[in-house]
């Protein structure tokens, strides 16, 4: 599980949506979510954890232009191969990003250690912990 913490700075909200913004070390996160309960009220100012699986980070070339807002740009530090995935992890400012993706797409992609990808996250993917 990837978990980042960061600081709402933003919500907006339409009928039963959320649509919260989170600021990461000076990178803007956000995330989807169904409109919360007073027992879970989220409010601007308040710290959250990020948390999203590796299986919802997709990795992509650096110049590639993508509709999803949470995309950025990190260098891979290590790969591990399984017979079916590989386990990619990027140093996103110091915390570590994992991203599982086919060996297929890990060998179209060139993947190797050092090299900077972009990395993808959709914001229906990421969850909200209050701490």
């Keep these: 599980m990837n978990i980042l ?47 999203f699986k590796e299986t919802d980070v997709t990795l992509a070339t650096t110049d590639s232009i993508v509709s999803e807002r949470n995309s950025f740009v990190s260098k891979i530090t290590h790969i591990e191969n399984g017979k079916l995935l590989a386990n990619i992890r990027l140093d996103f400012l110091g915390h570590e990003i994992n991203a599982l993706i086919t060996k297929g797409a890990l060998h179209g992609l060139k993947c190797k250690i050092g090299d900077e990808f972009r990395w993808v996250v959709k914001a229906s993917e990421v969850t909200l912990q209050i701490l």
Aim: overall charge negative; charged content about 25%; cysteine-free.
């Design 5 to 51: 913490k960061g600081n709402i700075v933003s919500i907006k909200q339409s009928e039963s949506l959320m649509l919260v913004f989170m600021d990461v070390k000076g990178y803007l996160f956000n995330s989807l979510l169904l409109k919360n309960g007073d027992e879970n009220r989220l409010e601007v100012g308040m710290d959250v954890h990020l948390i």
